[in-house]
């Protein structure tokens, strides 16, 4: 099992930046990607950003050079990773529920408000 917890999120300007955070507890050495996605209202939920463990990274083409997946190196005790979505020059389109999830679905974060707007 994975637990995965999120934080970060809010209200952000046109414009603006926000990162979030997903730290993974549990069996962290079975997940083979971590992910980001977003749901918006009355939209199906859409993948954003995924790396995989051996460090390959892709995106959303509409996040591209504006978005950027990151992820600390797995904790000294083995028992956590953390990882990140930086969101730059957000717009307000792109206000949604944004998830983390461990190895494209197989486990889900508890989702996260982000709001674009002046």
């Known amino acids: 099992q994975v637990q995965l917890v999120e934080s970060g999120g809010g209200l952000v300007q046109p414009g603006g930046s926000l990162r979030l955070s997903c730290a993974a507890s549990g069996s962290i050495f079975s997940i083979y990607a971590m992910n980001w996605y977003r749901q918006a209202p009355g939209k199906q939920r859409e993948l954003v950003a995924s790396i995989t463990s051996g460090g390959t990274i892709d995106y959303a083409d509409s996040v591209k050079g504006r978005f950027t997946i990151s992820r600390d190196p797995i904790a000294s005790d083995n028992a956590k990773r953390t990882a990140y979505l930086q969101m730059n020059s957000m717009t307000p389109e792109e206000t949604a529920i944004y998830y983390c999830?461990?190895?494209?679905?197989?486990?889900w974060g508890q989702g996260h408000q982000v709001t674009v707007s002046s």
């Open positions: 999830s461990a190895s494209y679905g197989g486990y």
